[in-house]
């Protein structure tokens, strides 16, 4: 998957999530953090800026996320691989975090696992989805839910593990994490017109993107004017929602 797409679908809405996650598992100046599942590197980019390119690793499993972020960032440590083969020793980061990965993870509690080995004894493990509940605040709700009135029976992203309330910290705690706690976090995005918002729908990246690109051009029409019923007449600014959670190695 090209960075560029993934960037004008879902970087919208991750490189702003990006502080408030951090804050959340309290990443500051001095800690040493892996980053696990980056993309092409929203997160990274936060990461960086709080403690410095030598002390931030990442993984990912694509190779064009991973050859990206070396781009991006030419002196973080950053190698292809799978949350649940992690490829470092046990014990050497102050913090793991996995952006809006869970669910994408073949085995989370693996992966979380896998993320709780490489950080050090009493220190945080977080992760953090977007709300794709039925009935959700995530990016990509009101696009689900516009599809479903096409076809009742699609299911979407709901079904993915962490994206309901309270998941992601059962997870964390089937890892082995102590002290689990999680919330929400919340923060307002602005589309300035409705092809802002519905274009990068079309650009094959996701579950959403796949499921576009094999509609047939007119269930395709159909879907992009039952997104714009639900949408507010731009410009107009979503309050979006991701559940995230940490606990202590």
Do not use: K, N
Not at 34 to 48: F, R
Not at 95 to 111: E, K, R
Not at 201 to 206: A, D, F, K, M
Not at 215 to 234: F, I, N, V
């Amino acid at each position: 998957m090209p960075a560029d797409a993934y960037d004008r679908f879902m970087g919208r809405y991750s490189v702003p999530l990006a502080p408030l996650f951090a804050d959340f598992a309290g990443i500051a100046a001095g800690q040493r953090v892996l980053d696990v599942g980056c993309g092409p590197g929203a997160l990274v980019a936060e990461l960086v800026e709080r403690v410095g390119t030598a002390s931030v690793s990442a993984v990912d499993p694509s190779e064009s996320f991973v050859e990206a972020v070396r781009e991006r960032h030419p002196d973080v440590d950053v190698r292809q691989a799978a949350a649940e083969q992690l490829p470092f020793p046990d014990e050497v980061f102050d913090a793991s975090l996995a952006q809006l990965v869970v669910h994408f993870m073949t085995d989370p509690v693996a992966g979380l696992a896998e993320m709780a080995r490489v950080t050090r004894d009493g220190d945080v493990v977080a992760a953090c989805v977007w709300d794709h509940a039925t009935g959700g605040r995530g990016p990509l709700s009101l696009f689900w839910e516009a599809a479903r009135e096409l076809e009742p029976d699609l299911e979407g992203e709901q079904p993915l593990a962490g994206t309901g309330e309270g998941d992601l910290a059962r997870l964390l705690a089937a890892a082995g994490a102590e002290d689990v706690e999680d919330t929400a976090l919340t923060l307002p995005v602005e589309h300035e017109t409705f092809e802002d918002w519905w274009d990068p729908y079309t650009l094959g990246v996701g579950p959403a993107g796949v499921y576009v690109a094999g509609l047939d051009p007119e269930h395709r029409e159909r879907l992009r004017e039952g997104c714009r019923a639900h949408l507010p007449t731009p410009p107009f600014e979503l309050e979006i929602r991701a559940w995230a959670a940490r606990g202590r190695a």
